[in-house]
Each structure stands twice: as C-alpha cells, then as structure tokens.
C-alpha cells in the first residue's frame, strides 16, 4: 500500500521558519520526482517546489525562490521543505506529491497546514 504523509506544519510568526517532512512508502522512492505543493482558501493548488530523483536538480515557484529549499534523502525515502523568512501569503496546506512517469503513476499526501500569523 502506498503512503505519502507530510508532517511538521504549525503555526509561525512572519520571519519565521519551518521544516516539512514527508515520509513515502510502498513505492520505489528513488525512481519518483518528489515535490511540494500548496493551496490557500480560494485558490488554486500550486507547484511550491521539486526535486528529481536524485536531487541533483531542483526548481521552484518565483514566490519561493530564496527562502525555501527542497531535498532528499533516498536511503530514508523521505523529502523536506526548509522554509525560511516566512511570510503570511505563505499559509497554506502544503502537500507532498510522488510523480513517476516510468511507472506512470501520481501519489499525493493528506497535506500538513502551515499559518504565518503574528
């Protein structure tokens, strides 16, 4: 059975910082592009930042870029998102997702919610 599960959201004062685990099994987790995403009320879920299978390349939203940092630990199977300098636009639920288009399948997590708040 496959299981994507993020964990490590909360509440945070603008400044400052997070660290998102998800943890992925029941998969070949180094054969899957790993990324996060993240959805606010009323909006659309957008692509926050990814990594590929072995790290060695990673992009990310514009909104992101500088603040938050993506990587991997395939030994552990496990993907994190350290997230710096937060700002309230940052609230969100943010979601882990396994994407692999050799096997061509799409898993996604439950999703951990994160508020920048004072």
């Known amino acids: 059975q496959v299981q994507v599960v993020e964990s490590g959201g909360g509440l945070v004062q603008p400044g400052g910082s997070l660290r998102l685990s998800c943890a992925a099994s029941g998969i070949t987790f180094s054969r899957y592009t790993m990324s996060w995403h993240r959805q606010a009320p009323g909006l659309e879920r957008e692509l926050v930042a990814a990594?590929?299978?072995?790290?060695?390349?990673?992009n990310y939203a514009d909104s992101v870029k500088g603040r938050f940092t993506i990587s991997r630990d395939n030994a552990k199977k496990m993907v994190y998102l350290q997230m710096n300098s937060l700002e309230p636009k940052d609230t969100a639920v943010y979601y882990c997702?396994?994407?692999?288009?050799?096997?061509?399948?799409?898993?996604w997590g439950q999703g951990t919610q994160v508020t920048v708040s004072s």
């Open positions: 990594i590929t299978t072995t790290g060695d390349s990673t």
């Open positions: 997702n396994a994407k692999s288009t050799l096997f061509s399948t799409n898993y």
